[in-house]
C-alpha cells in the first residue's frame, strides 16, 4: 500500500467529526492519495407522509431538500478547503435518506476506496463510546475503518497494538498493522489476554521470566506458521536477542523491518484488559472483526465490538475476505 489513493471521510460538522479530519490529512502526508468528504442529510419520512395526506402546496423532495443539498454541499466543500490541503482535495457527496450510516456504506461501496476515516463521536454520540452512526459502519464496512477520538496523530504512533486470541482469524489484523507499523515507524504489540474463568490446565502461564518466555516463543512460532502459508503478505518474522523479534515487511518496492513484541495479562474481561493497556501503552489499536452480530461466544465478536466501543484513541478494524465474501 504505497498509496491510499482514496479515503472517504464522513461528516456532520460537530467536534466528534472534526477530529477524523486532521488524522487523515496526516495519513495522507504519509501514504498520499485524496480524500472525499460525505454528509448525510437526514430525512424525515412520517413528516412527509403527514404533509401529503393533510395536502400542503409543495413538496419536501422537490422544493425543500434540493435546496438543503445546495447548502450542504458548499458547507462541506468549506470543509474540505480548511482542513485539508488542496493536493489531497478529492469530492463533496451529498446524500439524503433515514439512515445515515447506510448511505456512508453505499458510498463506500459504489467507489474505490481504500480506507474509511471517521470521528469515534458524532452530534449526538455519548462522550465516551463511539457513536452509533459509527459503530453501525464499523460492522458493516466491507473496507477498513479508523475511527479517531483523542488528539494523538499519526506521526506520534509509537505502538501499535493488536489484539488476538491467536486464532487465524484475528492475526489477520497483523498485515494491516505492519503496513501502518512500517509508515509510521511503529513497533507492534501482539496482545493477548487469558482470561481465568476460561484458562486450560496446561495452560497454567504464571507471571515469571522463563515461563513467559516460553509462551512468546510458542507465540512466534504460530505466527511463522500462519505467514508461512500466505506468502503473498510477504511478512517474515525474525527471532532477536531478548525475546524480541523483527516483522520484515515487502510490500511493492518498499521494505520494512518493524520491531515486534508479545505480551500477555490474565484478566476476567479481555475487552476491558485490552483497552486498560492500549490506553497506557499504546497509539492505535488494529482488529479484525467480523461484521456482524450474533457473537458473544467468540472472541473476536464480542470482544472486538467492544474493543471499538470504548477505547480512546484510533481504532482501525479490518474484516477478512473471506468475512466479506460470506456477507
Known amino acids: 500500500m504505497r498509496k491510499l489513493n482514496r479515503i472517504l471521510v464522513p461528516t456532520d460538522f460537530s467536534d466528534g467529526s472534526r477530529k477524523a479530519y486532521a488524522y487523515a490529512e496526516s495519513l495522507l502526508k504519509v501514504f498520499g492519495g485524496k480524500v472525499d468528504m460525505i454528509n448525510v442529510i437526514p430525512t424525515i419520512r412520517y413528516l412527509h407522509e403527514s404533509m401529503k395526506k393533510v395536502g400542503y402546496p409543495f413538496s419536501l423532495d422537490q422544493d425543500v431538500y434540493p435546496h438543503i443539498v445546495e447548502d450542504t454541499e458548499e458547507n462541506v466543500k468549506v ?3 480548511n482542513y485539508f490541503s488542496e493536493a489531497h482535495y478529492g469530492e463533496v457527496i451529498v446524500k439524503t435518506g433515514r439512515k445515515a450510516y447506510e448511505l456512508i456504506l453505499e458510498q463506500a461501496q459504489s467507489g474505490d476506496y481504500d480506507l474509511i476515516v471517521m470521528g469515534a463521536q458524532g452530534t449526538h454520540a455519548d462522550h465516551i463510546i463511539r457513536g452509533h452512526v459509527t459503530e453501525k459502519v464499523i460492522r458493516y464496512s ?32 497483523v498485515l ?26 496446561d ?3 504464571e507471571r515469571n521470566e522463563d515461563q513467559l518466555r516460553t509462551f512468546r516463543k510458542k507465540v512466534a512460532a504460530k505466527l511463522e506458521a500462519f505467514l508461512s502459508e500466505r506468502p503473498k503478505a510477504k511478512l517474515k518474522l525474525v527471532n532477536g536477542e531478548k525475546d524480541t523479534f523483527t516483522l ?24 476491558y484488559e485490552i483497552v486498560d493497556y492500549a490506553e497506557e501503552h499504546a497509539d492505535m489499536i488494529v482488529i479484525a472483526t467480523h461484521g456482524r452480530s450474533g457473537l458473544a461466544h467468540m472472541f473476536m465478536g464480542s470482544t472486538s465490538e467492544k474493543v471499538v466501543q470504548w477505547a480512546k484513541i484510533p481504532v482501525l478494524t479490518t474484516r477478512p475476505k473471506e468475512m466479506v465474501k460470506g456477507r
Do not use: C, W
Open 79 to 81: 470543509e474540505l478547503q
Open 142 to 173: 466491507r473496507i477498513p475503518v479508523l475511527s479517531v477520538s483523542g488528539s494523538v496523530m499519526p506521526e506520534s504512533t509509537g505502538n501499535i497494538l493488536v489484539p488476538t486470541d491467536f486464532s487465524d482469524f484475528s492475526l489477520k489484523a
Open 176 to 201: 494491516p498493522a505492519a503496513i501502518m507499523a512500517g509508515r509510521l515507524n511503529s513497533e507492534i504489540t501482539l496482545f493477548n489476554v487469558r482470561e481465568l474463568h476460561g484458562s486450560e490446565p
Open 203 to 205: 495452560d497454567d502461564i
Open 248 to 271: 520484515h515487511l515487502e510490500r511493492d518496492d518498499e521494505k520494512y523491518q518493524i520491531p515486534m513484541k508479545v505480551e500477555q495479562v490474565r484478566g476476567i474481561s479481555a475487552h
